[in-house]
């Protein structure tokens, strides 16, 4: 008899036991499959789930007194980690059965029951005699509760209640889960007290449900049913980028375009004096039609609105910005439809500067579109001196781009004053809540016919880094993620291995990463000589190496 025609004596099997008579057997059990072989290991008698349990089971054993009845406590492992008996005598049969304290009693070595089945689908379920899959357990009935932690809602174990009989007492339900909300009143209780503060913070806000609320940690997240329609993978890594942003007692109030395109009003509160914070967000007046399932397109940023204003004008323009930061993807998008001519000024040594130069007022004469002079700063004084004279009269319009504009040469400077124009590409450490639509922009264009998506964890990771190559840096990442998974989820797992976890222990505040940047830069214009580097700053040494050390960062 297949599993899909069994039946008890009390006719078909119900569809939550039929579900596990089917995970069992593809997991290669068959009915007279014998439990003499459970796997049991050592388990820390002072978890957290145990602290909070063993009040509660001495209670109940109490009142089970004069009963044929066992308490069951298993871990989140799905390991037994306490068992409590009314009846002495049945302790022995359970043995048998390989139901010890350590015993892994998973639905792959014992089939279905309200230890392991509850364990599988996070619901209570009552198993009668009959319902078991093993022959071993037919003699016993039981029901099993999940425990869920109270504010990470992540599984924590669960209680069983099981007895020598045909079929389960009715009133196992009502008992077995009175006992399971006390443990996880108890779990609450024990839980750090920040958490305490944001649950309670979370769930006085989440009864307005007209609004979309989420609360978060570094452990945890916390959305109520609005939230969770809003936002996806994407949205809660750009939460989480915006939070260290929120002043302690104070609250930041924020636009954010959300993945599935719609503009929301994101008013952002710090919860307790840890990293704990919670977002309310209602929908922009402007914007109150239906939300669109997914986002055909990441929405503009500021840097890319600036770029399609200046399309109007043709003025000469100058594009700044970090190696990296995307300058040439800059051009492009300025030059919308129009045809780009580009010189580059690292070819000067090799072609020759008077060549260079006549190639440049040739083009700037006759080119009808675009011309784009990358990396002026690499140019000699000569040709900086030659180019300025022909930014005015030029027939092509001219983008010029280079590195910082603080990091230019003199005789380059001047070159770029003469532009009217001038757009600084921020650097990737200071888009942060950019990345997922850079992400998710990337991946499409490197790999058109992969269907991925980047989960919260992986966005998260990313995030966290701090991108001294910039764009360029980011699209070598993602495209070994989708090199790695072309279908599906991308996790952690699938990024490079030096990515997979933040940098950072925490996020820098915007104050922090400016302190971060001036440092580098130092650093970086002093060859790495930390006492150069502070006469630089305006600072000791000490106190260079003080900042150091806060910041996390290792030379």
């Not at 069992?24 to 957290?48: E, I, Y």
Request: charged share 20%.
């Amino acid at each position: 008899m297949s599993v899909l025609t069994a039946c008890t004596d009390d006719g078909p099997l119900r569809p939550e036991i039929a579900e596990s008579w089917h995970r069992v057997v593809s997991a290669g059990l068959r009915p007279d499959t014998q439990l003499d072989r459970v796997p049991v290991t050592d388990f820390d008698p002072t978890s957290r789930l145990l602290v909070a349990a063993n009040p509660v089971l001495d209670e109940l054993v109490t009142q089970l007194e004069y009963t044929s009845l066992c308490l069951v406590l298993a871990d989140r492992h799905c390991h037994i980690v306490s068992m409590r008996f009314a009846d002495a005598g049945l302790r022995s049969a359970l043995e048998q059965i390989g139901a010890v304290p350590g015993g892994l009693y998973s639905e792959e070595i014992s089939g279905t029951n309200s230890v392991a089945t509850p364990y599988e689908t996070h619901r209570g379920l009552l198993v009668n005699g009959d319902e078991h899959f093993l022959e071993p357990l037919k003699k016993f009935s039981c029901y099993g509760q999940p425990i869920h932690h109270p504010v990470t809602r992540r599984l924590e174990g669960v209680l069983d209640i099981t007895g020598a009989m045909p079929h389960a007492n009715p009133l196992f339900v009502p008992f077995v889960q009175r006992a399971v909300r006390d443990i996880e009143d108890r779990l609450l209780e024990g839980s750090p007290r920040p958490q305490q503060l944001l649950l309670a913070a979370f769930q006085h806000a989440a009864r307005q449900r007209s609004h979309a609320v989420v609360a978060f940690d570094d452990d945890i997240v916390l959305s109520n049913p609005a939230a969770l329609d809003l936002l996806d993978a994407a949205d809660h890594a750009i939460l989480r980028a915006l939070a260290p942003d929120v002043p302690a007692g104070d609250t930041l109030v924020r636009t954010v375009h959300l993945a599935s395109g719609q503009a929301v009003s994101a008013e952002a509160s710090r919860i307790g004096a840890t990293s704990g914070t919670m977002f309310r967000l209602v929908a922009e007046p402007d914007d109150t039609a239906a939300i669109p399932q997914r986002r055909t397109a990441p929405a503009a940023s500021g840097v890319e609105d600036q770029l399609t204003r200046l399309r109007e004008t043709r003025s000469p323009t100058l594009i700044s910005g970090e190696p990296g930061s995307g300058r040439s993807h800059a051009v492009r998008a300025l030059a919308g439809d129009e045809p780009v001519a580009t010189l580059d000024a690292a070819d000067v040594p090799s072609v020759g500067e008077g060549r260079w130069g006549d190639r440049f007022a040739s083009l700037a004469a006759d080119h009808q579109g675009v011309l784009a002079v990358e990396e002026i700063q690499l140019l000699p004084a000569a040709l900086c001196v030659r180019l300025t004279g022909l930014l005015a009269g030029s027939a092509a319009r001219l983008v010029l781009t280079s590195t910082p504009r603080d990091q230019l040469a003199e005789h380059v400077a001047a070159v770029a004053a003469s532009c009217v124009a001038h757009v600084a590409l921020p650097p990737l450490r200071r888009r942060r809540d950019e990345l997922p639509a850079l992400v998710e922009r990337m991946a499409r264009e490197l790999r058109p016919e992969a269907n991925v998506r980047f989960t919260t964890s992986a966005l998260t990771v990313l995030a966290a880094h701090q991108w001294p190559g910039n764009l360029r840096q980011l699209s070598a990442v993602v495209r070994h993620a989708v090199e790695t998974r072309s279908a599906g989820d991308i996790t952690p797992a699938d990024l490079p291995e030096g990515y997979r976890h933040g940098v950072q222990v925490r996020s820098l505040t915007p104050w922090e990463q400016a302190e971060l940047d001036a440092i580098l830069t130092a650093l970086r214009e002093t060859g790495g000589n930390k006492r150069q580097a502070a006469e630089r700053l305006g600072i000791s040494r000490s106190t260079l190496y003080n900042r150091l050390r806060s910041l996390r960062i290792t030379l």
